[in-house]
């Protein structure tokens, strides 16, 4: 990822101690990286600000009601992240070693699903460097693909301009 576009990541997390810890972790992982963060407590508080700050990548927990009664849901939060833009990247966490919650988070659109174990840090750094060329590669194949489009119309408007001045018959052309 170029220093230059700027990366911003969502961290929806009701640990407090859990998200200043991984935004911490993430901030030295990716310190010659230009990286925003920022952590909300419930799905609800991310949603206000989701199309206003526009994230790439949304680290979600799946059980965001267990401090919050009242909050939605991962899944909830996750169909609302996709409904606003289905481009944003989402890494579902979770303290459930479930197959149907990891089945029905990639259903919904998650990107990747993450057991919160002891290594759950390392395995959210890694998805994120993995997004990361994801991203990248999106990048450069729109970028291609554009050079390839003002290529073609650039040969296009050559070849009309010979035919219009007569220079070659069109039947040459065929």
Not at 53 to 59: H, N
Not at 67 to 76: L, P, R, V, Y
Not at 78 to 107: C, H, P, Q, R
Request: glycine share 4%.
């Amino acid at each position: 990822m170029d220093t230059g576009k700027q990366m911003k990541i969502f961290i929806v997390e009701d640990n407090n101690v859990f998200a200043l810890a991984l935004k911490a972790d993430i901030k030295a992982a990716f310190i010659q990286k230009n990286v925003k963060i920022h952590t909300f407590q419930t799905g609800e508080t991310c949603m206000d600000k989701f199309k206003e700050l526009k994230p790439d990548v949304v680290i979600l927990d799946y059980h965001l009601n267990s401090k919050f009664t009242d909050a939605a849901d991962g899944i909830k939060v996750l169909d609302w992240i996709k409904n606003e833009n289905k481009e944003a990247y989402v890494i579902m966490l979770t303290g459930d070693d479930n197959i149907d919650i990891a089945l029905k988070s990639f259903k919904h659109g998650a990107a990747d699903y993450i057991v919160k174990s002891d290594t759950k840090l390392r395995k959210i750094i890694f998805s994120l460097f993995n997004l990361m060329k994801i991203m990248e590669a999106k990048r450069d194949a729109k970028r291609y693909k554009n050079v390839l489009i003002a290529t073609s119309l650039g040969i296009a408007v050559i070849i009309g301009v010979i035919i219009a001045f007569g220079f070659f018959s069109p039947s040459l052309l065929l």
